[in-house]
């Protein structure tokens, strides 16, 4: 799978996600970032690649994120996953972490999950004055 900074390819990685979450249930491996990276990429899932992925991730409360970590499913608690999805794009594009589009990456959320709560439903919403 070809990876880009779009709305579409986020909807695959939501999908390709939730099914890599599956994949692993049936075989009863763990389901965190060094395996889905070595599932998608194989050999090319270096411990460098996997550990430049990890370290991109920014979290809330500065926490550090490592490769054996177990992740929760995708629809539940979807924020881990998409700091990892971010990160990926980030470091697979070779762009800055913060360049990857936020909006389009919670959108392709709603639309891959459609019965799930969007992702910044808390956010605050701007008004617009006039």
């Known amino acids: 799978m070809k990876i880009e900074n779009t709305q579409e390819c986020f909807v695959q990685l ?11 249930a049936d075989h009863y491996r763990r389901f965190c970032i060094r395996n889905i990276l070595k599932e998608w990429y194989g050999t090319r899932a270096t411990d460098d690649f996997i550990w430049e992925v990890c370290n991109s991730i920014i979290l809330d409360d500065d926490q550090q994120v490592y490769g054996y970590d177990a992740l929760p499913r995708p629809k539940l608690y979807p924020r881990k996953h998409r700091e990892f999805l971010r990160a990926l794009v980030s470091v697979v594009l070779g762009i800055g972490i913060r360049k990857v589009s936020l909006r389009d990456l919670d959108a392709a959320y709603s639309i891959a999950f459609p019965n799930s709560t969007p992702i910044n439903i808390n956010k605050k919403k701007k008004l617009k004055w006039k």
């Open 14 to 24: 939501w999908l390709r996600l939730e099914r890599t979450r599956r994949l692993f």
